[in-house]
């Protein structure tokens, strides 16, 4: 299953952030609420658009929030110890072979 990154208001005027991973949801921040953000995130947005300033179109909000997100994401990997980005899953794969 493919990596997506969300939103839902929680609040009146609070966005909540999360992402899927496989089989779990993970809280990621909140955020005051903004039209466009919502109007990209929360559908679903798969990881590698959620972070692609191509898709924010110059919408200030939407790329204040992907900003946001890789500082977020790389907390989760340490915390978690789940490999998001490309370079953690990299990282992952040769210490396992490491010690195969």
Known sequence: MKTVIYCKPTKKGIHSFYLINEK???FLFSQAY??????????????EDAMRYSKAHR??????TMSKLPIYLRYIEK????AIFNKAKKR????????A
């Open 24 to 26: 779990e949801e993970i």
């Open 34 to 47: 903004r039209k466009s953000v919502d109007e990209y995130y929360s559908k679903g947005v798969l990881f």
């Open 59 to 64: 919408d200030s909000a939407v790329v204040r």
């Open 79 to 82: 915390e978690r110890g789940i």
């Open 92 to 99: 992952n794969q040769k210490c396992m072979l490491r010690y």
